[in-house]
């Protein structure tokens, strides 16, 4: 059973930066997929970004160039760097885990919801303007 528990979000001004933290539990191990969603209120839940432990990425072209995915496989520990924030980036962000056999294979999984069956219960991101 993998456990996922966020941290790191707040609220922030526009042009602000945030950086979150999604620590995995000790059963959680190489190699897997590791993502980033959120979800505004009234929206569906979408990707942002993805990583696996070859650190391949995948990140959505609305934060494509200022959000940025990390993990550190020693410490099962995947970050969200997120600079030049805008209002439409508030949301609940969540973290998600896939031990899908494309992962073992160093490929990575679509960036869609059904994809993770891993989850984490979410931090706040709220931008004002």
């Known amino acids: 059973q993998v456990q996922l528990v966020e941290s790191g979000g707040g609220s922030v001004q526009a042009g602000g930066s945030l950086r979150l933290s999604c620590a995995a539990s000790?059963?959680?191990?190489?190699?897997?997929?590791m993502g980033w969603f959120r979800q505004a209120p009234g929206k569906e839940r979408e990707g942002v970004a993805e990583?696996?432990?070859?650190?391949?990425?995948s990140t959505a072209d609305s934060v494509l160039g200022r959000f940025t995915i990390s993990i550190d496989n020693a410490k099962n520990t995947l970050t969200l760097q997120m600079n030049s924030l805008k209002p439409e980036d508030t949301a609940m962000y969540y973290c998600?885990?896939?031990?899908?056999?494309?992962?073992?294979?160093?490929?990575?999984?679509?960036?869609?919801?059904?994809?993770?069956?891993?989850w984490g219960q979410g931090t706040q991101v709220t931008v004002s303007s």
């Open positions: 998600a885990a896939s031990l899908s056999a494309l992962c073992r294979g160093g490929y990575l999984v679509p960036l869609i919801t059904t994809a993770f069956p891993y």
């Open positions: 000790e059963y959680t191990y190489p190699p897997y997929c």
């Open positions: 990583i696996n432990s070859d650190s391949s990425t």
